[in-house]
T-cell receptor, first 115, second 113 residues
Framework: DTEVTQTPKHLVMGMTNKKSLKCEQH?????MYWYKQKAKKPPELMFV???????INESVPSRFSPECPNSSLLNLHLHALQPEDSALYLC??????????????FGPGTRLTVL | AQSVSQHNHHVILSEAASLELGCNYS??????LFWYVQYPGQHLQLLLK??????LVKGIKGFEAEFIKSKFSFNLRKPSVQWSDTAEYFC???????????FGTGTRLKVLA
């Protein structure tokens, strides 16, 4: 199984809502990533978890809160977002972030619209 | 700052034509290099990668890429494209030994049947 799943596929939320994005993989990977991709732009790294611990936060605003409850799951909690946060949010996993030759496996993404 | 450039934003080819997509990066240290593809309605998936050894690497579906260190380039090639190669192609650079992945802006390829 080389699949990374993400739910929901689409999400529309208001600026005062609280919602969560979910990512799951069963490949035994110990590194998991959140990326943000705006239209016609490349994916931009947001967070990296390694062995369920937050390793990297690329200066992401606190209205985005990641969580890694176990080695297979990665959540992204959203609160008080702005319309400019509307984007495709991609999750990826790899065997181990320290082995940077590892392939990242990407999920299909969650398309988020903030009204 | 490190960056990855893909000069061709949109490419239109007829079937059987040859393809070359450019990728240049700016970083003086050791890098690992990737090409990812995103077919319509599908997620990003790896085409090929280079991290050491033979600078000419072969990937899936007949794609290959050549790392030219002196030119900071990692161009993607395919001798004869097919309609099914219609997709968006991203070059990505990983700064060796780090988590840091930087993606290029992507090239949208359309192959006419």
């Amino acid at each position: 199984d080389t699949e990374v799943t993400q739910t929901p596929k689409h999400l529309v939320m208001g600026m005062t809502n609280k919602k969560s994005l979910k990512c799951e993989q069963h490949m035994g990977h110990r590194a998991m990533y959140w990326y943000k991709q705006k239209a016609k732009k490349p994916p931009e790294l947001m967070f990296v978890y390694s062995y369920e611990k937050l390793s990297i936060n690329e200066s992401v605003p606190s209205r985005f809160s990641p969580e890694c409850p176990n080695s297979s799951l990665l959540n992204l909690h959203l609160h008080a977002l702005q319309p400019e946060d509307s984007a495709l949010y991609l999750c990826a996993s790899s065997r181990d972030r320290t082995a940077s030759t590892d392939t990242q496996y990407f999920g299909p993404g969650t398309r988020l619209t903030v009204l | 700052a490190q960056s990855v450039s893909q000069h061709n934003h949109h490419v239109i080819l007829s079937e059987a034509a040859s393809l070359e997509l450019g990728c240049n990066y700016s970083y003086g240290g050791t890098v690992n290099l990737f090409w990812y593809v995103q077919y319509p309605g599908q997620h990003l998936q790896l085409l090929l990668k280079y991290f050491s050894g033979d600078p000419l690497v072969k990937g899936i579906k007949g794609f290959e890429a050549e790392f030219i260190k002196s030119k900071f380039s990692f161009n993607l090639r395919k001798p004869s494209v097919q309609w099914s190669d219609t997709a968006e192609y991203f070059c990505a650079v990983n700064l060796s030994g780090t988590y840091k992945y930087i993606f290029g802006t992507g090239t949208r390829l359309k192959v006419l049947a």
